[in-house]
Nanobody, 128 residues
Framework: VQLQASGGGLVQDGGSLRLSCSAS????????VGWFREVPGKEREFVGV????????LYADSVKGRFTISRDDGEITVNLQMNSLKPEDTAVYFC??????????????????????WGQGTQVTVSS
C-alpha cells in the first residue's frame, strides 16, 4: 500500500491547512491511519490517529482542539484539518496506516512502530 500525503504549504500564524492522505484510490476501511510530524534534529512526534471507526480518534495534547482527523464517506482519503496553526507546528507531516481486523485500543497507535505503511511526507511551514 503506497500512501500519499498532500496539502502542505506555507501559512501564517493562526492560519489553517488541510492535509490529505490517500492510497491510490484504495479504501481506508479497516485501516488505522495515523499522522506524525518530524522536525530536523527531533524525534518523530505523534499528531493524531483515526481508527477504522471514523468516530474513534485520538490526538496529541499539543494539537488537541486545533486539529481534526476525518474520513470521507468512501474512506478513500483521511484528512487532517489544522486550524489555529502556530510556528511550532512547522514540520514535515506523514500519514501512516495499518490494516486491522478487530477492534483496537487506539492508545497503542501513538507509536510509529505500530504502522506498516508510510507516506512520503508533506512540508507544513507556519510563519510568525
Amino acid at each position: 500500500v503506497q500512501l500519499q500525503a498532500s496539502g502542505g504549504g506555507l501559512v501564517q500564524d493562526g492560519g489553517s491547512l488541510r492535509l490529505s492522505c490517500s492510497a491510490s484510490g484504495r479504501s481506508f476501511h479497516s485501516y488505522v491511519v495515523g499522522w506524525f510530524r518530524e522536525v530536523p534534529g527531533k524525534e518523530r512526534e505523534f499528531v493524531g490517529v483515526s481508527s477504522w471507526s471514523k468516530y474513534n480518534t485520538l490526538y496529541a495534547d499539543s494539537v488537541k482542539g486545533r486539529f481534526t482527523i476525518s474520513r470521507d464517506d468512501g474512506e478513500i482519503t483521511v484528512n487532517l484539518q489544522m486550524n489555529s496553526l502556530k510556528p511550532e507546528d512547522t514540520a514535515v507531516y506523514f500519514c501512516a496506516a495499518r490494516k486491522v481486523d478487530r477492534p483496537i485500543k487506539i492508545e497503542n497507535y501513538v507509536s510509529g512502530a505500530r504502522y506498516d505503511y508510510w507516506g512520503q511526507g508533506t512540508q507544513v511551514t507556519v510563519s510568525s
